[in-house]
């Protein structure tokens, strides 16, 4: 109770804490030279990692740090961290350390999560986190941990312990002993081989349960007496034998999620399952089951939703009793068994709720004639198939089908009826099919279409007009994927029809592009999020086309060939909330501290350029840390940099002169190293941030710019037309009125 209560505090602090920064900025903290530090969310980030550090700067942390990223460094050895600090999450992953001390953790009253993956540890002082209270994450994952012969560690408030891949070959009767509170608990790729019956006993209140890849060959029957509570249990990658008695999974009750996934599981028994009536979810996926009737071990999962039997080799042929008493199943995957339509035609009848089926990879020349059948059917894949075209028509009657997986399929042409009655159809994938010609009309009844991919198609234009019905507007089509075709693209006119008006979303990655003409988006400006990866633009002379894009949130011109990009080449692109940058050959000069600037500056969120600072994927529990940052390079021709003690207006200085080693910088470093300063338009945008401004040109400037290349179509003309008449006509009934005014204005001053 107290833990939650010290996590809603948090969170209604997170939710206040901006109403009382000044001006809309958070007062700045301490920061060592070798880091970069932030604002993620309303918490201070001390981001220190990939810096060659050998020790921890404690001299230069502030006291108020949340997150201290020191990920990939050289530290081998921690000593005791100021007494007054509040840091509730320490990142310490990829190092050199051997052992964790409690005196080296000690004080640390505020602390919740702690991660030392891929370090070398191989012992841990069962008291480590003795002074945090609130402790509730320990990941050590990737360590060579040595045998431990007592309790492991006494935490009462652990709630996840991952020690998954720390060469641990047994784990004794006491190993849990003092974490009784633990519900989530990842052993994998530990070769555990067996397991102590008792091993898991002390462990009530465990929720899930992951032993992947241990090289277990057998479980005791009474290994989980105590977990009455384990809803998720996954043992994929084992070696379990052929005679391993499967009853051990009717100690499991409440079982929800059951992952066998590749384990050597090459029989099952009538009674696997009895005991499993809450079962929802089963992976048997990569099993050798080919001499196994997978139907009679399902009779008892009347509850069953989820059932995967992809790649287990099934040689017995599907029947039409398989499925017969699993008739929930809403998901069913097959994918990579070798099937045949006559058998699939009879077996998948029972299935009338069924909801998604995969049968990609299952080598199949037609499709079976049961599609009928399947009244509620909302996903279907039968990718990777060599299939005929003329079987497609089989899909006509599906008419509730919401997502539809056909590529890859040998396909060559599509008839224009294929899709005529898919009137529920949101995504359609039809990549890695020749298709140099698609015919008219072909989506001309996808009137919901949300998202359509064409990726590796071998298309050489963009997609016309004659493709959809004429003078209509797809209004749900977000999505268009185009990537992998060598598109040709004329120097001048639009790239899409005017019925893509609405189009969000545009892959044209890895499309052999070296430009796009300045109209190219003439029909679509509420383009959102544009992906341009893996091309070869690089001048920035070649983003004339992004004027035409005014909504424009994301733009990924990631692996391109650019040395240089200023923030004027998005300066009608004010809504910009993205910019993807890695991957290109960035050259270490001030172009690269006014782009840094102007996120910082002006758009007030360096995580706009993706790469520069931590993020939420590198604080998330159970993931590998390990950024892909935004680097750039020193000219071999130019000598490298002496930093001197100072100052520029918006950087922080360094503590001494010192000479720059390597050639490559991360462009955090690059920016408080250089001598750029920022320009006093970026300084001002800082100090008074304007809705009336986007800092290199006016909202006004945007607008009329964006008129320029307004669409000459009738209707414009017309309603030019009226609105010019209009205006005439209202001067000429002012000018009227005023001469039949004058006589009137004479006769009374005769009067007088």
Known sequence: MELRLYVLSISLFGFFSPCLSFNGELAEQECPDECDCHYFRINWVTDCSNSNLTQIPYEELSMNVYVLDLNDNLISEVQPFPPDIKMRRLQMADNLMTVLKRESFKG?????DADFSGNEIRRVDPDLFYDSAGFITLELQNNPLD??????????????????????????EHFFENISALTTLDLSENPLNTLDTQVFEKLTSLETLKMNHCNLSAIGEDTFISQLNLKTLELSGNKFLREMNWDVLSRLPLLENLDLRNSHVNQLSETMF???????????????????????????????????????????????????????????????????ASDLLVALSPLTNLQKLSLSNCGLRRLPDTFHKFKSLQELDISHNPLNDAFVKLLAPLETLEYLNMGYSNLSNIAPTSFSKMTSMRRLILSGNDLNNLEAGLFGNLTRLESLELNNCGLRRPLNATLFFNNFTYTDLTELQLAGNPLRVSKTGPLFPKQLSRLLTLDLSNCNLTFLPPDAFFWTRNITTLILSGNHFSSPNDFHFLELLPKLEVLDLTYNNLSTFSPREIEFNIQVTKLKLIGNPWRCDCSVANLWDWARMEKGDLTILEGSTIGAADVTVGKHKRK????????????????????????????????ISGTNRTWAKYVRESGCAPSPKLLLARSARSLDSVGYVSVEGVKMRLAEHQPNSWATAAINACVVYGAIMFVVGVLFLARKRKPLGRHVDKIN
Not at 151 to 170: G, K, M, Q, R, V
Not at 629 to 635: H, I, K, M, Q, T
């Open 147 to 172: 045998p431990v012969e007592g309790p492991f560690i006494a935490i009462s408030t652990l709630l996840y312990l991952d020690i998954s891949n720390c060469s641990l070959e047994f784990l004794n």
């Open 628 to 659: 892909r940052l935004l680097v750039c390079n020193y000219d071999d021709k130019i000598g490298l940099p002496m930093v001197m003690n100072k100052t520029a207006i918006g950087r922080k200085p360094f503590k001494g002169a010192r000479t």
């Open 108 to 112: 640390l009253h505020y602390l919740i």
């Open 274 to 340: 009895s005991n499993n009536h809450y079962l929802r979810v089963l992976v048997l996926a990569e099993n050798n089951l080919s001499d196994v009737d997978v139907g009679p071990p399902l009779k008892s999962l009347s509850n069953l939703e989820t059932l995967d039997l992809s790649y287990c080799n099934l040689t017995v042929p599907l029947s039409e009793d398989t499925f017969a008493n699993v008739t929930k199943i809403r998901s069913l995957y097959l994918t990579g068994n070798t099937l045949f």
